[in-house]
Nanobody, 117 residues
Framework: QVHLVESGGGLVQPGDSLRLSCVAF????????MGWYRQAPGKQREAVAF???????NYADSVKGRYTISRDNAKNTVYLQMDDLKPDDTAVYYC???????????WGQGTQVTVSS
């Protein structure tokens, strides 16, 4: 298990940008896939963006072209740049680290993103 802490959430207006950060309190080895999920009130948690150990990325259709995931292994940090935010993006955002050797997941505590005019 990896201890993860997210930050960067907040209240913004439609069209604004936010950058979420996820710090791992131990080294994120190259064999970890890193991802962001979100959960809106009354809805199931959904996958938003992934950066695989290979460096390839995947995005949910709803955020393609607006969100960008990146990672800095030297800083044990994963980022989610969110542009052109919409009210439907309102949710608690969670960072995930998946050990691709053991297929175990670690989760952060979540950070709230609220998009409202």
């Amino acid at each position: 298990q990896v201890h993860l802490v997210e930050s960067g959430g907040g209240l913004v207006q439609p069209g604004d940008s936010l950058r979420l950060s996820c710090v791992a309190f131990e080294k994120i080895f190259s064999y970890y896939d890193m991802g962001w999920y979100r959960q809106a009130p009354g809805k199931q948690r959904e996958a938003v963006a992934f950066m695989h150990a290979s460096g390839s990325t995947n995005y949910a259709d709803s955020v393609k072209g607006r969100y960008t995931i990146s990672r800095d292994n030297a800083k044990n940090t994963v980022y989610l740049q969110m542009d052109d935010l919409k009210p439907d993006d309102t949710a608690v955002y969670y960072c995930n680290a998946r050990n691709m050797l053991t297929f175990t997941d670690s989760w952060g505590q979540g950070t709230q993103v609220t998009v409202s005019s």
